[in-house]
């Protein structure tokens, strides 16, 4: 212990001694382990981290591929399954400990109040035995029981996080009602610290109450069919499912004695397999991350980690070149403690022990570091998860700290080992004779830090290349002006009362001052839920004649849609106030649709959909973006509201087009929307064009940190290089002196230390550009409207590493040319 607090005395003085050698170590630490920790976040969040429950190993979610023909479900194909299928599986005891089910009360979130004021929050229905299931403990009250499912129960539960955001972590809100969609449900627990539901992508969860059979309160928010929920429609696959495993089962062992009993569960209530029809089939997947995302972040995620992996390696490789560059001028220091009796593993020890301080220093500085910028990502992604580094991210961030304090003990280790004894007693003169071999091994780790810097670049110019392309998209339509908010009804049950409620709630809007025009849409433009089907045009499908699948698109719109949202009618008429339930059914058609299943016809009288519901095609409008803004044309249809069939018309979105800011008219229609229904409140409100940038913002998230990282490689690069030069100009001081002496010119010298430089960034360029080259290919997944071998991001990159090269040794190549041989001659 003496030993080592003199070792750390000692650390402490030598680190003062060169303060800005201490605290340029400590940033570029700093930096390059913040940045991975930030990046390492998002993907245990996304990707890695299991849920806050005993055992959580155990814990599976359930997956389907190929769901029976003439079945619905909710859009998510393999996470949804049919209640019938779940009565049946969680019957299964020598296979699951626990089978729960789960689905959310809405698309988004719900309308709720408690008090006066209504808002909006997060809820799901869920299977009695889901807190038990799951192992999660109550911090307030009471979970849900067997029996709160089987009666359904008209009580809920709060998550931690809402009842501390929204009640002020009030105990007495226990026995409180809580209106969710107008329905009283009586407030019996608070969830344990930490636990926000399943996610699956479906983002944290506020509160959860059990399975329930009324309509409004169904599954997905849906308006039910025939005035039935999913319990009473078994075509309808909408629930998600999660398993505990029995002990000593395995998930192979589960999908194996599940499989024929699942395929037979899979069709009760709906028609028997049709030939040639393939056989639905179960998997399991672990119940962590986010499961929705993890599919469409899986890759970007590691790609982007790798990238900043390479910033790391950049920095750690700066930071090596520091340490050996500053240990270079103590060998006189070494030699002395050699030659007084020091040994060689004191000397490693102490190295070590300066390392370590760096590190730990660098360390707390990432850490600080990596919290804001992992709120940044949260809020680039918008993932509606928690984010925050959690116990995996720090045993992350304390394993690059070990390995660093490790690599930088040992770096400079050989050299201070190799100094003679006799060193000491030398002079000045000979204690500074140039190592021409750790010269070459400086300029070679440079070289690989230009390569890599070469990857980053050409990596973020691609990027950032496909976000400028996405955001100059062409929407087809006008946003500018563009209010939308969605409008969930409550206490309605039929559909003339809701179509009442919508054409009230206009009538309202129209009149407001400023104004312009007001409609309504299903699937709110640019959220990225979409209604698929497959085309049937005059009765068959244009699949049986082209041998492909034949997709379609659909959205359900109020009169004057396409005049609010600015689509021009190409040919025919919209959506107008005539087209009533019991007028003539009609639909509207896009460009492409008609170009791909109606060509060089007259589109207008063709039919769309299958008897008895065809529709008459009325109009063709142009093309434009549906759920995002990196979609492709497809064939698409608008059908007016009032002509839904099945369950009749539930939440709808409101689109209104405003003068001037659309945002400034949001107290103006919550006011107007209160004087119609004072528990409803507007859902996501927000500018249609902010809808639409909300569509790519894991492109813009992933692009702004390719840019960010690229720049930082090139800054950490030109440090390293600028550190190498200039370390070399100082040992060959003489050497140049001598040139001017015997008639080299100064712009000589200056072209001397300018061609080493450029000499390093070949190399570097001749090995970065076949790394670069295979690095975009694996981003071509990621790229819209550019190519990875695109030529102007590589010759951008090219001059960028030039540039780079030339900046960094441009003070040093001054400095050497600027040498006066006299001086230089005398100090020798």
Known sequence: MHTLINDLRYAVRQLRKSPGFALTAILTLAIGIGANTAVFSVMNAVLLRSLPVPEPNRVYNLRVTGRPNHTSNTGDDETSFAYPAFEQLRQRHDVFSYLIAAAPLAVGKVSIRYGTEPEVASGEIVSGNFFSGLGVQMARGRGFTLEDETSHAQVAVLSYDFWTRRFARDPEVLGQTLYVKGAPLTIVG???????????????????????????????????????????????????????????????????????????????????PEAGEEKPLLSLTPARGLDEFAEDYQRPLYLLMSLVALVLLIACTNVALLLIARNQSRQREFSLRLAIGAGRMDLFRQLLTESLLLVIAGGALAWAFAAPATRALAAWSQLETSLQPDRSVLFFTLGILALAALVFGLAPLRSALSVPAGLALKSSGAAATQDKRKSRFGRIVVAAQMAMCIVLLVAAGLLLRTLRNLENVPLGMRTQGLLVFGINPQGLHSRE?????????????????????????????????????????????????????????????????????????????????????DSQRVVVINQTFAERYLANQNPLGHHVGEKPNE??????????????????????????????????????????????????????????????????????????????????????????????????????????????????????????????????????????????????AAIGVGVGLPLALMTSRLLRSMLFGVGPNDPLTFVGALVAVIVVALAASLIPARRAASIDPMKALRAE
């Open 615 to 760: 529709r008459t095609i009325v109009g063709v409008v142009g093309n434009n973006k549906y759920t995002s803004l990196s979609e492709k044309d497809m064939p698409m249809i608008w059908t007016p509201y009032t002509q839904v069939g099945g369950g009749g018309v539930g939440a709808m979105n409101v689109e209104m087009h405003v003068e001037g800011d659309a945002m400034a008219m949001l107290p103006t229609v919550a006011k107007a929307v209160r004087e119609l229904d004072p528990n409803l409140p507007l859902g996501k409100p927000m500018a249609q064009q902010a809808q639409f940038e909300e569509s790519i913002s894991r492109q813009r998230m992933f692009s702004k940190l390719s840019v960010f990282f690229g720049l930082l490689a090139g800054l950490l690069v030109a440090t390293g290089l600028y550190g190498t030069l200039a370390y070399r100009v100082d040992n060959r001081t003489v050497e140049i002196g001598v040139r001017l002496a015997v008639g080299a010119q100064r712009e000589q010298v200056l072209w001397m230390i300018l061609r080493e430089s450029l000499v390093v």
């Open 190 to 272: 608070v969830s344990a610290v930490g636990f926000t539901g399943l996610e699956r992508g479906k983002g944290d969860t506020d509160f959860w109450i059990p399975l329930q059979n009324r309509v409004d309160l169904n599954a997905w928010g849906d308006s039910g069919k025939d005035g039935k929920t999913f319990y009473g429609l078994p075509d309808w696959w909408c629930l998600l499912l999660t398993a505990r495993l029995a002990p000593g089962v395995t998930p192979q062992q589960a999908v194996s004695r599940l499989q024929a009993q699942f395929q037979n569960a899979a069709y009760v209530g709906v028609e028997h």
């Open 497 to 581: 009362e809701t179509v009442q409620f919508y054409q009230t709630l206009l009538a309202r809007l129209r009149p407001l001052p400023g104004v312009e025009s007001v409609s309504l849409v299903d699937d709110r433009p640019g959220s990225g839920w979409s209604n698929n089907d497959a085309a049937v045009v005059d009765g068959a499908s244009p699949h049986i004649t082209t041998g492909r699948f034949a997709p379609l698109r659909g959205n359900d719109v109020g009169p004057d849609f396409f005049h609010v949202m600015g689509i021009p009618v190409l040919e025919g008429r919209g959506i107008n106030e005539s087209d009533t339930a």
